[in-house]
């Protein structure tokens, strides 16, 4: 079954709160979070206690585009993008066990050579619009139906994905669906993962 993987974000998870959410997300049983801070005004403790937090649930804590940060935080992996620092430095940096996520955006070639370097994952999107990143390309479908023909590594769908089409997006089966605002709203977290994993089983 496809599972959530959720994306802390600048609006949604500020400082003073993102511990309490993150926990009430690995209460609901998300296994994946990754946190996404373009500002850089890291809080190194804060993401530790995190790091911590996540170890204690047995789920996986994920740094966007940072290896030195997640080296630093003691996170399970990093989330790169093309123009990041690239697959095989991140592993030498955080270790052959750590967990390296791949942007492949609309691109299936590129998702084979990240492949090929040792890529833990990769993530294609944005598969709708979304208010995070309005001005990302949108991923076709096929594309997604072609990356479970030629990948022997987890795919994960990012990019306005919510109540409303998750259905659709799940029949693609994704390993893995990223979700950023639907985790947050309309109601609480819980409910929020409650009703989207609904969505996904049904």
């Known amino acids: 079954m496809c599972q959530l993987y959720v994306l802390t974000d600048k609006e949604f998870t500020p400082k003073n709160s993102i511990y309490g959410q993150i926990l009430e997300l690995l209460n609901s049983g998300i296994k994946f979070i990754q946190y996404r ?6 809080d ?7 790091a911590g937090l996540c170890d204690d649930f047995n789920a996986k804590f994920i740094i966007n585009d940072d290896p030195f940060l997640a080296k630093v935080c003691g996170a399970h992996g990093v989330h790169i993008g093309k123009d990041d620092e690239d697959i095989k430095k991140a592993k030498e940096l955080l270790g052959k066990n750590s967990i390296i996520g791949v942007s492949c955006y609309n691109d299936i ?5 990240a492949q090929r370097d040792g890529a833990s994952y990769v993530a294609f999107g944005a598969m709708y619009t979304s208010k995070t990143k309005p001005n990302a390309p949108l991923c076709d479908h096929d594309t997604i139906k072609k990356a479970k023909e030629n990948l022997s590594i987890p795919i994960c769908v990012i990019g306005g994905i919510n109540a409303l089409n998750l259905k659709e997006v799940s029949t ?6 990223a979700i950023v605002s639907a985790a947050y709203s309309p109601k609480s977290i819980s409910e929020n993962i409650i009703n989207l994993n609904n969505i996904i089983r049904n």
């Open 37 to 42: 801070n373009k500002i850089q005004d890291h």
């Open 44 to 50: 190194i403790r804060l993401l530790r206690s995190i």
């Open 109 to 113: 070639n590129l998702a084979l050579k």
């Open 172 to 177: 693609l089966m994704p390993d893995l669906i």
